[in-house]
């Protein structure tokens, strides 16, 4: 436990942060203590590989699209020009999965309306016989109707 | 002509500068990427995360409550981007509370070749609230007040949590260091 504690003093003077009156302390237990003795000397070890590790660069998409920014004035109300421009930046993050299904819904559907287009169903309506109207009624009825 | 400070930048850039958004951009994005990319080990994210950062600076910057802390409201604006992307990814890893680590131990990826690929295999195995701790010390230079400022924990949290991370890093990677020192 003791250890434990002295170890987070260690931490905190990697970190420079750590008062005159604990340092006395730390160094006290370091000169009798092996074990702390190699974590100061693992931990400056993790410092240094994690410095030797290469700063990702930032991609030029990126500096394209915030460069092109206009920050807005303070209490000032948005244009309509400057909403349009905002929504033009904007950017909509989608799972792959759902942008997959939103394509392939697209391409049926659009697949669907071609093979419609190029055959269309005929539809048969059937048709009534005949009626003159003109035509004179069969022998036998009455005329005077 | 001295450059500017982040605060007098910000000034300029609520009266609606363009320059002083830019130089505010140039001085930050670097910074910014790099954390963004090594708190979710994937550039595109971090690459949004970062322009989401900079949309929120450009249309409310006025919300900013103190101009002097610029730089930690940044990154904290940075890693909430971040922590949204990755409330989005599949659940994994390792659910014991004690553990500092989110994934399988670094050094069972055997096929890593050299000290450089260790450490960044065992940084990216950290859990999330050792790793940002980690990176804004050591690659920022945030103290821990800022550093707690980021993440909405106490500083002494934040000491605690550093002291763990590099404890399980160290006790992680003695081995390849001691190999490396060997081969000397």
Redesign the interface.
Known sequence: MKCEEK??LI??Y??D?LDEASQGSMFTHLADCAGCRE?LR??L???A?????A??E??P???R???R????????V?SARERVQ?LW???L?V?LPSAALVALALIAVTLISISLWQNPEVVSVPCLPAVDVYAQPPAGEDKSN | MHPKSDQELLSL??????G???EL?MRY??AL??FC??LLGD?QA???A???T??K??????AIAEPAALKSWLFAVARNESLM?LR?RPAGGNDDAESVWADETPLSLAEKED??SF??AA?SCLKMEYREV?LL???EGL??GEIASVTGDSASSV??R??KA??A???R??GV?NEERENR
């Open positions: 170890q987070m931490s905190s990697i970190d942060a974590f693992r931990s070890d993790v410092r590989g994690l410095a030797s590790l700063q990702p930032v991609p998409s990126l500096d699209t915030v460069l920014m206009r920050p807005l004035r303070r209490g000032r948005k905002a930046s904007h950017r993050s799972p | 850039i609520r009266t609606g500068d363009k002083a958004f830019a951009y994005s670097r990427f790099a990319s090594r550039t971090a690459e949004d970062v322009h989401e900079f949309m600076l450009s249309s409310g910057s006025a992307t989005h000290v450089r450490v960044r940084l980690l010390r050591e690659f103290s821990y000491k605690s550093l002291f590099r404890r890093l160290a006790d990677l003695a260091w």
